[in-house]
């Protein structure tokens, strides 16, 4: 399946983006997903994921801020980024949670990777 990711620019603290990864070759609702991100001069990190039976799970620090849906009728998974932080500044990343238990926050579960999309919060 190959991935890719968009709807990212900059955006003012307290904003909100909706970002999209879109999907081709394969079915995206075969398969968990999963947004990941990784800021500048930091390492990935693991963001949200939704299942196939649209049960998702966050970082913390998005709780209750962002949302991960998916709709598999336009082989698309979303993130809705509200009260967006100067901290949420990164490349954001679509994956498939290919590897590993349901609940993985390993970033060694998740691939193949979208191409990134850069979300820009200024304060």
């Known amino acids: 399946v190959q991935l890719q990711a968009s709807g990212g620019g900059l955006v003012q603290a307290g904003g909100s983006l909706r970002l999209s990864c879109a999907a081709s070759?394969?079915?995206?609702?075969?398969?968990?997903m999963g947004w990941l991100r990784q800021a500048p001069g930091k390492e990935r990190e693991f963001v949200a994921a939704?299942?196939?039976?649209?049960?998702?799970y966050y970082l913390d620090s998005v709780k209750g801020r962002f949302t991960i849906s998916r709709d598999n009728v336009k082989n698309t998974v979303y993130l809705q980024m509200n009260s967006l932080k100067p901290e949420d500044t990164a490349v954001y990343y679509c994956?498939?949670?290919?590897?590993?238990?349901?609940?993985?926050?390993?970033?060694?579960?998740?691939?193949?990777w979208g191409q990134g999309t850069l979300v820009t919060v200024s304060s």
């Open positions: 939704i299942s196939r039976s649209v049960t998702t």
């Open positions: 994956a498939v949670l290919s590897r590993g238990n349901w609940g993985s926050r390993t970033l060694a579960d998740f691939g193949p």
């Open positions: 070759g394969r079915t995206l609702s075969s398969y968990n």
